[in-house]
């Protein structure tokens, strides 16, 4: 799913590197809590789609956001309501299921590594 508003998402392959700068965004998961337990991208904080809205005092208005879900339609509703809200948020390309396809990094909560 294209990012939506002309913002090109962010490349599996590139999350890494941004995520490490010095002006990293916010790594959004906007998946179920049930999905977000079974694996998540490493840094990632869990806020799902369907609470975002009343818990955008939640972020840090000072960070852009690089948002994911599982496929990227619950990520494309949420970018629209942080835009609405004036944050500058990108998608990562594919969402969960690229990353996965890809074989990044995943963190599973409660395995000794917790991470893949």
Request: glycine share 6%; aromatic share 6%; charged share 30%.
């Amino acid at each position: 799913m294209a990012a939506v508003a002309g913002r090109p998402a962010v490349s599996p392959a590139a999350v890494a590197e941004i995520t490490a700068r010095a002006d990293a965004p916010l790594l959004l998961d906007v998946r179920s809590p049930e999905e977000f337990a079974q694996g998540h991208l490493p840094g990632a904080v869990l806020i799902p789609h369907d609470q975002l809205a009343s818990r955008l005092d939640e972020l840090d208005r000072d960070r852009w956001v690089l948002v994911y879900c599982r496929s990227g339609k619950r990520a494309t509703t949420a970018q629209g309501i942080l835009e609405d809200a004036g944050f500058e948020v990108r998608q990562i390309q594919g969402s969960w299921l690229r990353w996965q396809e890809e074989d990044r990094p995943v963190v599973i909560p409660g395995d000794e590594k917790d991470a893949k």
